[in-house]
């Protein structure tokens, strides 16, 4: 599993979402769940995924729009 397939699984969990449903570039305005606190849950699930420590510094310099923002995380 590539990590875009894993991005992509990790955020269906947090958000109830079928995995199907979501691609890089499905938008926060069209999932209810895509919320702040979603958003907070993914990068730490990323983290955890991923083995990587995602600095503060750099999680506020990366606006999340759509699922693939978070792969600018990594």
Known sequence: MNREEKLLEIAA??????????T?????EDIE??????????????????DVVIPDEKINEVKIEKIGDFLQLL
């Open 33 to 50: 769940t895509f919320d702040s606190l979603s958003i907070v849950q993914i990068i730490a699930e990323m983290s955890d995924a991923f």
């Open 13 to 22: 969990d947090i958000l109830d979402v079928e995995k199907d449903e979501l």
């Open 24 to 28: 890089l570039d499905s938008k926060r």
